[in-house]
Nanobody, 125 residues
Framework: QVQVVESGGGLVQAGGSLTLSCAVS????????MAWFRQAPGKEREFAAA????????YYADSVKGRFTISRDNAKNRVFLQMNSLKPEDTAVYYC??????????????????WGQGTQVTVSS
C-alpha cells in the first residue's frame, strides 16, 4: 500500500519562508505525478503546485506563482514545496498527493489516488 507523509509545516511570519517535504513509500514513486494542494478553514481544497513524474514539468496556481517552487528527488522518493514571501492568505493545511500514472501534470483533486494527512502552515501578521 502506498503511504504519503508530509512534514515541515509550522508558524512563520509574513514575508518568511518555509519548506514542506513529502515522503512516499510502498509504490513506484518515479512513475507518480505529484502535487500539493491546500485547504483553508471553511474552504474547499485548492490546487497549489504540480510536478510531472520526471520533474521536467511544473505548474502553479496563479496565487502562488513566483513565490512557491515544487521539486522532487526520485532517488529519495520525496517531493518538496519551497514557499517564499509567505502571506497570511497562505495559511492552510497543505496536502501532498500522488497519482498512479500519467505523463502530464494534473491539477484536479479528483485525479489523485494517494493523499497525505496534511501539514498545517500558519502565516502571522
Amino acid at each position: 500500500q502506498v503511504q504519503v507523509v508530509e512534514s515541515g509545516g509550522g508558524l512563520v511570519q509574513a514575508g518568511g519562508s518555509l519548506t514542506l517535504s513529502c515522503a512516499v513509500s510502498g509504490g513506484s514513486f518515479s512513475s507518480y505525478p505529484m502535487a500539493w494542494f491546500r485547504q483553508a478553514p471553511g474552504k474547499e481544497r485548492e490546487f497549489a503546485a504540480a510536478i510531472s513524474r520526471s520533474g521536467s514539468t511544473t505548474y502553479y496556481a496563479d496565487s502562488v506563482k513566483g513565490r512557491f517552487t515544487i521539486s522532487r528527488d526520485n532517488a529519495k522518493n520525496r517531493v518538496f514545496l519551497q514557499m517564499n514571501s509567505l502571506k497570511p492568505e497562505d495559511t492552510a493545511v497543505y496536502y501532498c498527493a500522488a497519482r498512479d500514472s500519467g505523463a502530464s501534470v494534473y491539477l484536479s483533486v479528483s485525479w489523485y489516488d494517494y493523499w497525505g494527512q496534511g501539514t498545517q502552515v500558519t502565516v502571522s501578521s
